[in-house]
């Protein structure tokens, strides 16, 4: 929560529950204390640990101040209840390449990291 009653939330994350808003998923891995998925669509999803496990590229952990300040990463033990897209996050919080507009084929994660395989092809607009 960051020391608020309102924790930034970013509009890549899926929140409130039902989590049924990413679609048909046709992998799911796990591993330490994080998971992730792909779904049908070709976008990648994590939840879990985010201490360690699967926080690069995932805006929550990119956004801590909140919206319309400037972006810092949250380095404190936080865990994604719900799915995240992964290597996609709006401009200002992310400024290396990524996954945006990339059908990822398959992931795969270990205790502290995640790799992904991916193509281009998948048509989406960038996170506003």
């Not at 795969?108 to 996170?127: D, F, Q, S, V, Y």
Request: charged content about 20%; some cysteine.
């Amino acid at each position: 929560r960051n020391g608020t009653k309102a924790p930034p939330l970013s509009p890549l994350a899926v929140w409130p529950p039902p989590y049924d808003g990413i679609g048909p998923q046709r992998q799911v891995v796990s591993a330490h204390i994080h998971c992730a998925s792909v779904g049908a669509d070709g976008r990648a999803w994590a939840w879990g640990c985010g201490s360690n496990d699967g926080r690069c590229g995932v805006e929550r952990f990119l956004n801590m101040k909140g919206e319309g300040r400037p972006p810092e990463v949250d380095m404190m033990k936080c865990y994604m209840m719900g799915p995240h897209r992964i290597g996609v996050a709006r401009p200002l919080y992310w400024k290396a390449p990524s996954l945006l507009n990339w059908r990822v084929l398959q992931v795969a994660t270990g205790r502290n990291h995640m790799a992904a395989i991916a193509i281009p092809g998948l048509e989406e607009e960038p996170p506003k």
